[in-house]
């Protein structure tokens, strides 16, 4: 999850990888030796909903010029589907390419719907969607059309139409409490460690080693308690 958007980028290169592809595909391979302690670890939890988030990271191909989507859902508090992709086409401003990654967050979040409803897992309400951009987040909820936005695409307004109908809630989120940060774009080690954590990954063996606690603790306090009943009692049960 957390290389993502590593593994998008040079997935563009396996047909002609240069020596520089190469180098950066061990840097990944030496990134997952160093962090192989790292897991998703899924929770219970009583809230049935699922929670989106969506960001861009605006022009940033090099090549194309064409910006990077990111999302991520959560449910029940754990994610369990994300995306890094390139955006199809070039986007003028970083409004326009939030609210295309937006759109296709959208577009996601009702496949997940109609999938869980099959599955007859029911979310309570709309799906809230996150962005951090305000241009966004304006679009998506205003209907008017604007000089620097009416080209937009037609198919890019469905999370405007379904947000108004209210299968989708559009909101605003700081860029550091936004997980989708890390799928568009290489990020500062403090940035990383932080949004390793909001995407839900811990170290596993620090998990192991609390389980084992746990378990011992719990096997010594049912012990105690044989052994307390066994002597009120005069024998073992």
Known sequence: MDIAFQVGKLARFMANPSEDHVAAAKR???????????????????????????????????TTRRSVTGYVFYLYGNPVT?????QDTVSISSTEAEYIALSEATREAI???Q???????????PVDMYTDNTGAEALARNPQSHQ???????????VRDKNNDGTVKVQRVHTDENPADLLTKN??????????????????ALVAEFDCFWATLIQSAGGGVKESRSGSTGGDW
């Open 115 to 125: 999938l869980l409803d099959e599955l007859r897992l029911r979310v309570k309400g």
């Open 111 to 113: 496949w997940a719907v």
């Open 28 to 62: 990944v391979l030496r990134y997952l030796a160093g962090t192989r302690e790292l897991g998703l670890r899924f929770r219970h939890s009583d809230l049935a909903q699922l929670v989106g988030y969506s960001d861009s990271d605006h022009g940033s191909d090099p």
């Open 82 to 86: 994300w995306r890094s992709k390139l």
């Open 148 to 158: 620097r936005t009416k080209h937009i695409s037609i198919h890019h307004h469905l």
């Open 187 to 204: 990020v500062t080690f403090a940035r990383l460690t932080s949004g390793r954590k909001q995407l839900g990954l811990s170290s596993m």
